[in-house]
C-alpha cells in the first residue's frame, strides 16, 4: 500500500493530485462528473476583485500538442466568490480548496487575499502575479523580482493562511524571481503559469485570437515546466507546487523528483474531464513499480 500523503504548510494532502486553476471552474461541473473528494485539492478559477467578462473571442487556439487561452480571468469577482461559491461548495467538496486570486493592483491583491483567507473552507492561497492574458495586472507583477516580491510582501501583512506565489515562465531567471519571493515571506511557490505564445491565421492574415497572444500550455510545455521546478527547488527553501503540461501519473513522479510537494493538472482536464481521476488511479501502481512506498520521500531526489 503506497502512502500517497504530501503537506504543504501545515495543509494535509491526501495525494499531490490537484487541478490548475481555470482549467477546474470552482468545481461544481466536475462533481458531476466524479466524486472530486479523492482530489488531493483544487485550484479555483483565478479571481479578482471585480467580476470580469474576459476577453474578447476567439480566446482559444489549438496547436500541436497543446493549446493557447486568453481568456482574461473571467470569474464572478470576489464578492460573490465569498458570499456565494465558497459556501456552495462545501456541498460537494469536503476539504479546504486553493484559492487562486489575481489582481491590477497591489491593493486589489491585497484585498482579494484578506478576503480569500477569511473564508473557511479556503487552504492556501495561490496568488496569481503571472496571468499573461490581461494588462496593467497579472504577469506584470510577476516578471521582475523586485515587484513579486512587493506583492507578496503587502499580502503576507493581511494573510494568516499560507502564500503560495503562481509564477510566469516568461521571465528570464525564473529561480532569481521565487527567491525574492521567499525572502518577502512567501510560504511556497507554484509554476508555472503559461508560456505566452500565438498563432496566425493564414487566410485571413490576423492572429487567430482576438487578443493577440495567449498562454501556451499542454504536453509540449511539460519539459520546460519541469527544467523549472527544478531550478526554483534549488533556489528556495519552502515547499514548491509544480505544474505545467502534467497529463500522467508518471509526469507527477517525475515533477516531484524534480521538487514537487503537490502536482497540478492543468490544460489535460479540458482534453479529457477524468484525467485527474484516472492518475490517482495510476499513482500507487507507478509508485509501487518504481519502489516507492512513501511519495512524499522522492520530493527532489533528483537532485
Ligand atoms: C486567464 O484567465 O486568462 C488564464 C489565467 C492565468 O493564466 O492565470
Do not use: W
Request: with cysteine.
Amino acid at each position: 500500500m503506497v502512502n500517497t500523503k504530501v503537506s504543504l504548510c501545515g495543509l494535509e494532502l491526501e495525494n499531490p493530485v490537484i487541478p490548475a486553476s481555470g482549467t477546474f471552474g470552482y468545481g461544481e461541473e466536475f462533481a458531476e462528473l466524479y466524486d472530486i473528494n479523492i482530489l488531493g485539492s483544487f485550484s479555483f478559477k483565478g479571481t479578482t476583485k471585480e467580476p470580469r467578462f474576459g476577453n474578447p473571442t476567439p480566446r482559444i487556439a489549438e496547436c500541436s500538442a497543446g493549446m493557447l487561452n486568453s481568456v482574461g480571468l473571467q470569474n464572478p469577482g470576489i464578492e460573490a466568490v465569498c458570499a456565494d461559491i465558497l459556501p456552495k461548495m462545501k456541498r460537494y467538496f469536503k476539504k479546504p480548496v486553493i484559492a487562486n486570486i489575481g489582481g491590477f493592483s497591489l491593493e486589489e491583491y491585497v484585498y482579494c487575499c484578506q478576503k480569500a483567507d477569511q473564508a473557511d473552507n479556503v487552504g492556501l492561497i495561490e496568488l496569481n502575479i503571472s496571468c499573461p492574458n490581461v494588462h496593467g495586472g497579472g504577469m506584470s507583477f510577476g516578471t521582475s523580482p523586485a515587484s513579486a516580491a512587493e506583492v507578496t510582501a503587502a499580502v503576507k501583512k493581511v494573510c494568516k493562511k499560507p502564500i503560495f506565489v503562481k509564477l510566469s515562465p516568461n521571465v528570464a531567471d525564473i529561480a532569481a524571481v521565487a527567491k525574492a519571493c521567499e525572502d518577502a515571506g512567501a510560504d511556497g511557490i507554484a509554476l508555472i503559469n503559461t508560456l505566452l505564445g500565438m498563432r496566425i491565421d493564414l487566410r485571413r492574415r490576423t492572429p487567430v485570437l482576438a487578443n493577440k497572444k495567449g498562454g501556451f500550455s499542454g504536453d509540449a510545455i511539460f519539459p520546460v515546466a519541469l527544467r523549472m521546478v527544478y531550478d526554483v527547488y534549488e533556489a528556495v527553501k519552502i515547499p514548491v507546487i509544480g505544474m505545467g503540461g502534467v497529463s500522467s501519473a508518471e509526469d507527477v513522479i517525475e515533477m516531484m523528483m524534480a521538487g514537487a510537494t503537490a502536482v497540478e493538472i492543468g490544460a489535460a482536464n479540458l482534453v479529457n474531464p477524468f484525467v485527474c481521476k484516472e492518475i490517482l488511479a495510476e499513482l500507487p501502481e507507478k509508485a509501487a513499480e518504481l519502489g516507492i512506498a512513501k511519495i512524499a520521500d522522492i520530493i527532489g531526489v533528483a537532485h
